[in-house]
Each structure stands twice: as C-alpha cells, then as structure tokens.
C-alpha cells in the first residue's frame, strides 16, 4: 500500500452536481492505480471538475485541439522523476481535469453509470500521470487498456456491469 495520498478534488462547473460518492470512489481509484503500479511514495495529485466550454479552452490551449474532450491529465514528472512538495515531501503527480457535463454523456452513451465513467477517466489519467502513453497505440495502448480494466475490476466497476449505485 502506498503511503500517505493526498488527492484534492475541486467543482469548477454549474452544469451538473457532483453526485454523492463521487469524490470517494474518484479517491479510491487514484489508490487503486498507485498499489497496481506499485508507486510507494507519498502523493498528491489535483483532479478538477470542469464544463464542456473550460475543457475546450484547456484543450485548445495545451493540446491545440480547438473542440472539447472528456478528460486531459497534466503530469508533473517524467521518467519516473516528479515535482516534490517541499512542505510534505510528496510527489506531485500532476493534474487531472474532467469534464462532468461530457462524462455524463459518454455514460449515456455507453450505457453505464456516471460513477464509472468518472471512475475509467480517472484511472485513465492517473496511468498517463505515471507515464503511459495510449497515443501510438500499439503494445503500449494495449497494455494502457488492460491496467484501466483491472483496476475497474478490483474497484467493482467491470466493462458491460450495469447498475446504479444507491445513494
């Protein structure tokens, strides 16, 4: 188990509420990803809430891709070596932006819940704050997509398991 994790969750949109829950499971699939990866160190990592017009500025922005997306993934590191809080001594991971109104249509879509799809965006973003990389395809996109499965596995979310979480 990895040591102290630190994630800071933040609601920067009006469009939708953050359903009860969210914020734990978001916590515990940022866990879930560090024991998997076997990342030990103290962490902090910020996940922030966005609507569909923030996230297409932030996309436009960074990636200079003028249309919105789901989710973008800041990270602080690179090959293994990450920005350090010097007042807690954990690594600063990155930054990880999610769009809810556009999660909430990918679920639609999908045909699953608004907790899974915030739970793949997450796990998503979280490997690609560790350094994967899904854009080449390839193995490495291949092995990208089966680390996200398992750890939806081990948080009860598996691909095609419909159900909606009781509030």
């Given at each position: 188990?990895?040591n ?6 933040t609601?920067d ?25 076997k990342?030990?160190e103290?962490?902090?990592?910020s ?15 960074h990636?200079g891709?003028d ?7 800041f ?8 920005d ?7 690594c ?11 999660a ?16 793949y ?14 854009e ?7 092995r ?14 598996p691909r ?6 009781e509030?």
């Amino acid at each position: 188990m990895p040591n102290k994790i630190k994630v800071i969750i933040t609601d920067d949109q009006q469009e939708i509420k953050v359903p009860t829950g969210i914020r734990l499971l978001i916590r515990r699939a940022c866990t879930a990803v560090l024991v998997q990866e076997k990342f030990e160190e103290p962490t902090e990592i910020s996940v922030r809430f966005v609507d569909n017009e923030e996230m297409h500025r932030l996309n436009r922005e960074h990636r200079g891709v003028d249309s919105t997306t789901d989710v973008l993934s800041f990270p602080l590191g690179e090959n293994g070596v990450y920005d350090v809080n010097h007042d807690t001594g954990a690594c600063v991971l990155g930054d990880i932006v999610i769009s809810l109104p556009r999660a909430q249509e990918q679920a639609q879509l999908y045909a699953h819940t608004l907790q899974r799809e915030l739970a793949y965006l997450t796990v998503h973003s979280m490997l690609h704050l560790l350094g994967y990389d899904h854009e080449s395809g390839g193995l490495e996109g291949v092995r990208m997509r089966e680390k996200e499965e398992q750890v939806l596995v081990q948080l009860g979310l598996p691909r095609g398991h419909n159900y909606i979480l009781e509030e």
